[in-house]
């Protein structure tokens, strides 16, 4: 077998009607980092029989899974499909002009939806199956293209025949100066709040993911999500004590995060990306006061339940012009 670069692996990916039943995929992922591997526990004899040997005689295997990470470009085609199995509801999907609108709520249940990776390898084709994210994280900065990662868990991969050739096309990307912050006394005002300029922005969501065993069975029967969290950062320009003050004095606040661009039509839409949160509360708030640099400050924020609509997210959609996942 020749040796090979990384960038030779094709990542595909598509949603699953069934849990943990693997489907073709149906979009490619803009892959820039690849670590899904299969793991095997193994239950090691702790037998003593007349020597020092400290792992006895016998590693047997007792659970087959796979896990790791995925990193990818943000591409408005593709990612529904990554948001849908983030937030764990089914994907809605309404007509926005001559584009489409892509809606996912957050599923109140601990059985978020899944998906299938497939991977077309030089080494051989495989797909994982039932793949559950643990941890999402949505990187944006000045100079590159927005990145999310993915913590994922799934079952154990089978052989597959994957030839990515036929999914290859370009998608939506989008880069730092696409990025419309708001913050607001709640969600109601964030549509008038004016944007506020950060240098980088970065919200991470925990699932919190854990394998289902059962006795009697090599692989997981499931996996589950649990408690679910969801933080953040700034970093902004240290023009006053705002949110300095936030953080002393408890605020709550609203929070939309947007990343739209007019460079490329979704039908007659600008391809688009929404996160909003309809409280925070803020944390950590730093500044960093080198001597030869602009003075910035860095702040936290962590999504709270709003009690009085029952809710953690108030909205999360991509529109492009995908017809439908």
């Not at 926005?96 to 051989?124: C, M, R």
Request: charged letters at 25%; hydrophobic letters at 40%.
């Amino acid at each position: 077998m020749a040796k090979f670069i990384g960038r030779r692996i094709a990542v595909g990916i598509a949603p699953e009607a069934v849990r943990g039943t693997g489907v073709s995929a149906t979009h490619l992922l803009a892959k820039t980092n690849l670590a899904l591997e299969d793991k095997a526990d193994k239950a090691r004899s702790g037998e003593g029989m007349g020597n020092i040997a400290g792992d006895g005689s016998q590693a047997i295997v007792a659970m087959q899974k796979a896990e790791g990470e995925i990193e990818a470009e943000l591409g408005a085609k593709s990612f529904p499909i990554v948001l849908r199995s983030v937030l764990g509801s089914a994907i809605s999907t309404a007509a926005e002009g001559t584009g489409y609108k892509h809606t996912v709520d957050l599923a109140e249940n601990n059985i978020h939806n899944t998906f299938s990776i497939q991977l077309d390898d030089p080494n051989g084709d495989l797909i994982f199956e039932g793949c559950m994210v643990d941890s999402f994280e949505l990187t944006v900065t000045a100079e590159d293209i927005v990145k999310w990662s993915a913590g994922i868990k799934s079952f154990v991969s089978r052989g597959s025949s994957f030839d990515a050739t036929a999914l290859k096309a370009l998608d939506y990307k989008f880069v730092g100066r696409d990025l419309i912050l708001k913050v607001a006394a709640a969600t109601t005002d964030l549509a008038a709040a004016t944007a506020i300029c950060v240098k980088d922005l970065k919200f991470t969501i925990n699932k919190n993911a854990d394998y289902d065993n059962c006795l009697g069975s090599l692989e997981p029967e499931d996996i589950l999500n649990k408690q679910i969290t969801i933080q953040g950062s700034i970093t902004l320009n240290y023009e006053d004590r705002t949110w300095r003050d936030y953080m002393l004095n408890g605020d709550y606040k609203a929070v939309g995060i947007t990343l739209k661009q007019s460079r490329d039509d979704a039908g007659d839409q600008d391809p688009t990306f929404y996160f909003e949160l309809p409280r925070v509360d803020f944390s950590e708030w730093e500044s960093q006061r080198d001597n030869d640099e602009i003075v910035t400050q860095t702040i936290n924020f962590n999504a709270l339940l709003d009690i009085t609509n029952n809710r953690l997210i108030s909205d999360a959609y991509v529109i492009n012009d995908v017809v439908s996942y």
